[in-house]
């Protein structure tokens, strides 16, 4: 992998500086004002990094801005309930994140004394942290010249150096691993992290490259090749299996839903949502579980979820009681939910809908 670098290197010249060119463009062009370029820290540089795993800046910029009122620092996050965590998290997605977050900064508070350390190897021990979002706590919290290669990243790369396979394969990683590091420079780490995920997001993008604008085009072989949008190679598709489940909307007479909570592992881990029902009979079912009599239900529109490994199809089944018998209580799993004075609870997207479908 190594010969392959220096073979590109004196293939073009060694005049030319990767690193310098991308930090010349990132002081015109690049990004200086998101929220977590701004009294960084290595508690701030963590909660955006796992916060933009799989999810767009723009979208990730809000929750930042309200983690952070709630959560201004890892003492105050590691003290706080799992369920107040996973509701500011309620919309984001991935929810695993979520809780890895949190145990993170128990870990953090208890063994580090609230100090995040600043190795790449001993970042890589906590939950949830793996080799690039180490990597980049170490070059924008701690200004240290460790790679990164996130999903901007690799398409930066993989069309400088022409790699057109799935950098998903293990093989094309450990290459494009290789490529990063060689990459980096000698001062300016941050900027130079910063610079690396702005050309991905800016200019390099996945389709349709703004290459007229890009400081690396006249070395880059997937612009020699006049392809550039090919490289590198996509994921192989595969079809995705299909599930069905009922969800029960079951709403007392103050008009507040039962919700249940799921268990910590597996699909929506440790949210509230609501009960499923397999069962047909579903008057029976509710009075077996629940001790609830059901007095009418009715079926909403179905709808699908997908998750990165399966669609889901859901339909909803809003069903009232009419009398409220069940004495529900946390620490059973189960609360009485008025969405006109929501607790602070997790809630998954999909519930979410739901309970905005049955408004007014």
């Not at 010969?3 to 030319?16: D, L, P, Q, T, Y």
């Not at 996973?86 to 994140?97: P, S, V």
């Not at 706590?137 to 901007?152: T, Y």
């Not at 020699?224 to 490289?231: D, N, T």
Request: glycine share 6%; with cysteine; hydrophobic share 40%.
């Amino acid at each position: 992998m190594k010969e392959g670098v220096n073979s590109i290197k004196k293939k073009r010249g060694e005049k030319f500086s990767f690193s310098t060119a991308v930090l010349s463009w990132f002081d015109r062009h690049g990004r200086k004002d998101l929220p977590w370029q701004q009294s960084v820290t290595a508690y701030r540089v963590y909660v955006s990094e796992i916060m933009l795993q799989q999810t767009q800046v723009s979208t990730v910029i809000p929750y930042f801005h309200r983690f952070m009122e709630v959560f201004p620092d890892v003492n105050c996050l590691a003290a706080a309930p799992l369920d107040h965590v996973l509701h500011l998290w309620t919309g984001l997605g991935y929810y695993a994140r979520a809780r890895n977050l949190h145990k993170t900064a128990q870990l953090i508070a208890a063994q580090y004394r609230g100090f995040f350390p600043s190795s790449s190897e001993q970042l890589q021990s906590l939950p949830g942290v793996g080799r690039s979002t180490a990597g980049a706590i170490c070059a924008i919290a701690f200004n240290q010249a460790e790679p990164i290669l996130d999903g901007n990243v690799k398409r930066v790369l993989s069309r400088f150096y022409g790699v057109s396979d799935w950098p998903g394969n293990k093989k094309i990683e450990e290459k494009l691993w290789t490529y990063a590091k060689a990459c980096l420079p000698l001062f300016r780490c941050r900027d130079y992290t910063q610079a690396m995920m702005d050309l991905g997001a800016l200019l390099c993008t996945r389709t349709q490259p703004h290459c007229e604008g890009c400081p690396l085009k006249l070395s880059c072989l997937a612009f020699q090749s006049g392809e550039p949008a090919r490289f590198p190679g996509t994921k192989p598709k595969k079809t995705l299996p299909v599930r069905q489940v009922n969800l029960l909307v079951i709403e007392n007479e103050k008009g507040e839903i039962l919700l249940q909570q799921r268990p910590s592992m597996g699909i929506w881990g440790g949210l509230w949502s609501l009960p499923e029902c397999e069962e047909n009979d579903l008057v029976m079912w509710c009075q077996k579980k629940f001790n609830l009599a059901i007095k009418q239900a009715k079926e909403l529109s179905v709808f699908r979820h997908t998750f990165s490994h399966f669609h889901l199809d859901i339909k909803p089944i809003r069903a009232k009681v009419s009398s409220q018998a069940l004495c529900v209580m946390e620490d059973q799993g189960l609360i009485w939910y008025d969405a006109n004075a929501p607790q602070s609870v997790g809630l998954p997207k999909p519930i979410c809908r739901i309970l905005k479908m049955i408004e007014g």
